[in-house]
Structures are given as structure tokens and as C-alpha cells.
């Protein structure tokens, strides 16, 4: 079992930045590919970014959006540079047991979310 819990969320303006992390119980964190997804009021969960053999972006977050990750702290983060407020969601934190090359991640674990709040 691996717990995952996400920090850093907040209220913002536009333009701004903010920097998720997720830090990761569990012997095996360096085994995992690592990602972030976040879900909008009244939309589905979508996918951010991901990072195990190579790191993915979405297409919204590809040039704004950095994922990385310390496998000494078990932690993976997110710096997000020039906030818009369709940002705005809760972000969550997933790990996925498989190796990771790319396309669809497909978590075993998710974090329990952080709000990130964009104001325009």
C-alpha cells in the first residue's frame, strides 16, 4: 500500500505560480511512475502530466506546467507558472506500479487532492 499526500494548493491571481508536492510512503517509490491530475467543478478528473522513463504533459499544461521528482524524499512535485483561471481544480497526486513510457497513465494510488483556486 502506498499513501500519497499532496501540499502546496492555494488561492492565486493570474499570471502567478505555485508548486505542488507529494510526498510517498511505501519502500518501492522509486519503482513508480509518478503523475498529477486534477478535476474542475463539474468536469472529470483529467491528466496533467506524468513522469517515470520520460515525463508527458497535456496540451494545457505543456510549456507553463514542470513535474519532477526527489526519489530520496519519495516526493514528486509540480511547478505551475502562468496561472489562468481554467486552472482552477483540485489537483491529486497518483502513482502507477507499471513502468512508464508514455500515453495513458493508469494509477493504483491517489493522493487525497489540494485545491488550487486561479483568480482572474
Known amino acids: 500500500q502506498v499513501l500519497l499526500v499532496e501540499s502546496g494548493g492555494g488561492l492565486v491571481q493570474a499570471g502567478g505560480s505555485l508548486r505542488l508536492s507529494c510526498v510517498a510512503s511505501?519502500?518501492?517509490?522509486?519503482?513508480?511512475?509518478m503523475g498529477w491530475f486534477r478535476q474542475a467543478p463539474g468536469k472529470e478528473r483529467e491528466f496533467v502530466a506524468a513522469?517515470?522513463?520520460?515525463?508527458q504533459y497535456a496540451d494545457s499544461a505543456r510549456g507553463r506546467f514542470t513535474i519532477s521528482r526527489d526519489n530520496t524524499k519519495k516526493a514528486v512535485y509540480l511547478q505551475m507558472n502562468s496561472l489562468k483561471p481554467e486552472d482552477t481544480a483540485v489537483y491529486y497526486c497518483?502513482?502507477?506500479?507499471?513502468?512508464?513510457?508514455?500515453?495513458?497513465?493508469?494509477?493504483?494510488?491517489w493522493g487525497q487532492g489540494t485545491q488550487v483556486t486561479v483568480s482572474s
Open positions: 511505501g519502500r518501492t517509490f522509486n519503482s513508480y511512475a
Open positions: 497518483a502513482a502507477d506500479r507499471s513502468p512508464y513510457y508514455g500515453g495513458q497513465l493508469y494509477p493504483d494510488y
Open positions: 513522469i517515470g522513463g520520460i515525463t
